[in-house]
Structure formats: C-alpha cells, structure tokens
C-alpha cells in the first residue's frame, strides 16, 4: 500500500520547479557565451523546447518513457497518453509516496532540458524552422528510447544499468548528439580553425550558471523522490563535486593560459555538476570530490581531443555534458557505496555502466546524423545560409537585436 506523504509531495515539488528553471537559466548561460549577433536566437531555441517538449510529453511522450515495457525497448504509448491515468494516487512503480501527476512534471523537465543542452554545440548555424523538427525527432527517437532502457524499466535497467539523475540519460545523449551535430553540419565560416569566440556577456553567463548550479540541487537531490537521507547526501554531494571542479579548472586554466579566466571557472563548476550528476545518490561524500576533480580534469583535456579532430562545437557541449555524464557515469560503477543506497561499487557494476555509455553514446549519435539527413532531403536546408550566419542569426530570422548599441 503506498501512501500519499505531503512533505515528500513538497519537496519533489520544489526541485521540480528548480529544474524548471535550469532551462531558462542555460538560455541565460549560452546567451552570454555566443556573439551578440546569435544571442537572442539561442536564448529562443532554449525557451522553446519548454512549449515544444511539453506537448510531446502529454501526447506519447511520457507514456514510450515509463508506460509499461515492451520488450525492453519503449513504453506502451497506450497508458497514459494525453495524461489518461495520471492522477494524484503514488505510483506503484515511480514515486511511491508524492502523486504521479507530480512525478509526471518532474520528469517533463528533464525532457525540456534535454535536447536545449544541444543548442550550444551548433550555435549561429541551424535555421529555425530546421531546429523545431530536429528537437521534435530528437525527443521521438533519441530521448524517450533512452529513458525508457534506463529509468523506464527497459533493457539496460534489467542488466542493472543505474543513473541517479540524468549522467548517461540527458548529458551522454546531448553531448553525443552534440558531436554528431556538428560534424554533420561542419565548421562556422565566420570562426577560422583554432580561433577563439569572445563571449557576448560575460556577466550574463555568470547569472546563468548560478541558476543552473541553483536548479542542480532539485536536478540531483529530487531523485530521491523523499525528503530523506538520500536527498541529503545527492544534495551535498552536488555542491562538493562543483566546487571542487571549478578549483581544478582553475588551476588547470591559470597553469596553461598563465592566468585565471572567469569564464574558465564558469564552466569548470558546470563540467563538474554535469559529472557528480550520474552518481549524485549513489556515492559518500568524499567520493565527490574525486568525481569533481577527475570530471574536470577529463572535461578540460578532451580540448585537445576537440582540437585533434577540429569539430566546431561552439559551446563545447560534447566536452563539458557528454564527457562529464560518461565520467560520471563510469566512476560510479568504482566508488558507489551500499551505505547510501542499493548499488555497490565492484566489476560487475562498472561494466554495467560501460556498457550502459557506449550503447547510449553511439545510438544517440548515429541517429542525430540520420534525422539531420532526412530533415534535410525533405524540407529546406537545416543550415543556414553564409550571408545569414554572417549577418547573425538574430537579425536574419527574427528580425530582432539582443542589445540597442
């Protein structure tokens, strides 16, 4: 028999409601990092998945992620869909003590999140029109397949595959979907190879990455679904690993640059909050601060990896989530202790989670180049034309200016 409880109702609610802003918050994080010409357009791209994402949740979405398995690939779309069944009575499978109309909006943000983490790896380059069908199909084919292998009950969940709060789920498939964005979309023509992008904003990123460092707490600690120990640790655990990452970079900044960068602190702290992510529930605190550090170290060095292969991720989302969330991923499967919850580090579980990264990685890749390929052979070409990318983004789709100069 589970039974409604009012302070894990209130509680799930409020991390709900911090995930919920991460999404305007990273519009306010990628708004700054880009030129001011692509400012406004990224910032949309953010906030539009919000509108966008929700009604495919209502109408499928929610159902193929955690209606009932079948055959470990999807959910049934029949249970749930247009939020038929999805009442205040807990969850028998999900959630047990807080409503699953609850469960169902937290888990909606997550979803929104998702595929806007992208928009940074191919910022001032993707049409409009060309982003609403790439994030439509993203969410179809890429994002609700994922969640349902691993938090829907599918096949990775039954081999034993765990992810906290999003490490292999949200950072693994929009970091490699990230990579394959822009290799299947090529370089800017208005960057040359190996040239840096001054950001428009400095001041903006930082208020972007406070919120998102804000809303990571519910990110993290609310998939505890309680008010209980194990939000406590995922919530301290959350803070550890970000601070820790931010100092490492900064040391890893001011040693190879000869001299410290605010920007490079910045994404430090969001290298390490996407890494602690997968095991945020998982680990003691002083495993945070190995993952901390070693997610940004891993985080900071695939620079030369980027560099090697020359891809144009303009806001290095590949290196920062993917990377991060595979890290994370991995060092759970070594420091997971059974006194904070059921998983137990050992061999077993770390091949576990390998196997969980690379099938996520290389599905979410492949299938990002096969839905820019057919968008693109049946519509108008997803990129944007030379003259617009020069011209910026902002004035050439919306016809509008970020700021009056």
């Known amino acids: 028999m589970y039974t409604l409880n009012t302070g894990d109702t209130a509680f799930v609610m409020l991390c709900t409601a911090l995930v919920c802003l991460m999404t305007p918050a990273l519009a306010l994080f990628y708004g700054g990092m880009v030129p001011r010409k692509n400012v406004l357009t990224i910032m949309m791209q953010n906030f539009i998945s919000m509108g966008v994402i929700a009604v495919i949740w209502i109408f499928g979405g929610f159902s193929l992620a955690f209606g009932p398995d079948l055959g470990g690939i999807i959910g049934d779309i029949t249970f749930h869909f247009g939020l038929d069944g999805v009442g205040v009575a807990p969850s028998t499978e999900y959630a047990s003590t807080v409503p699953f109309i ?35 199909l993203w969410m179809i084919f890429i994002y609700l397949p994922a969640c349902h292998w691993i938090w829907g009950g599918g096949f990775l969940a039954k081999l034993g595959v765990v992810d906290f709060a999003g490490g292999i789920v949200i950072h693994v498939s929009a970091g490699f979907s990230a990579l394959a964005s822009v290799l299947y979309l090529g370089r800017r023509t208005t960057v040359r190879p190996g040239e840096p992008t001054v950001a428009s904003n400095l001041p903006l990123v930082a208020v972007g990455a406070g919120l998102l460092w804000f809303g990571w707490f519910g990110f993290n600690a609310g998939g505890a679904y309680a008010a209980d120990a194990l939000a406590s640790y995922a919530f301290t655990n959350t803070t550890i690993a970000g601070s820790v990452a931010m100092l490492v970079w900064l040391a890893l900044d001011w040693h190879y640059s000869r001299r410290p960068t605010f920007s490079g602190v910045l994404v430090g702290a969001v290298a390490g909050l996407a890494t602690i992510t997968p095991c945020a529930g ?40 993917g990377m991060g969330g595979v890290t994370g991923a991995l060092l759970l499967g070594i420091l997971a202790s059974p ?67």
């Not at 495993?287 to 303009?314: M, N």
């Not at 390929?373 to 509008?400: F, H, Q, Y």
Request: glycine share 8%.
């Open 282 to 321: 998982y680990v003691e605190p002083w495993a945070a601060i190995v993952i901390g550090g070693l997610g940004s170290l891993v985080c900071y060095f695939a620079k030369g990896v980027q560099e090697r292969f020359a891809f144009d991720d303009a806001l290095e989302v590949w290196r920062a989530h």
């Open 339 to 405: 006194n904070i919850d059921r998983v137990s580090a050992s061999l077993e579980q770390f091949l576990m989670q390998l196997l969980g990264v690379i099938i996520v990685a290389v599905y979410s890749f492949f299938v990002t180049l096969i839905i820019f390929k057919v968008i693109d052979m049946w519509g108008k070409p997803i990129r944007v034309t030379p003259e617009e990318e020069v011209a910026g983004l902002d004035n050439s789709i919306l016809g509008e200016d970020a700021y009056k100069m």
């Open 102 to 136: 609850l469960f169902f909006a937290y888990q909606l943000m997550f979803a929104v999140i998702a595929p806007a983490l992208i928009t940074g790896a191919f910022a001032g380059r993707l049409t409009f029109s060309g982003y609403l069908k790439f994030i439509i």
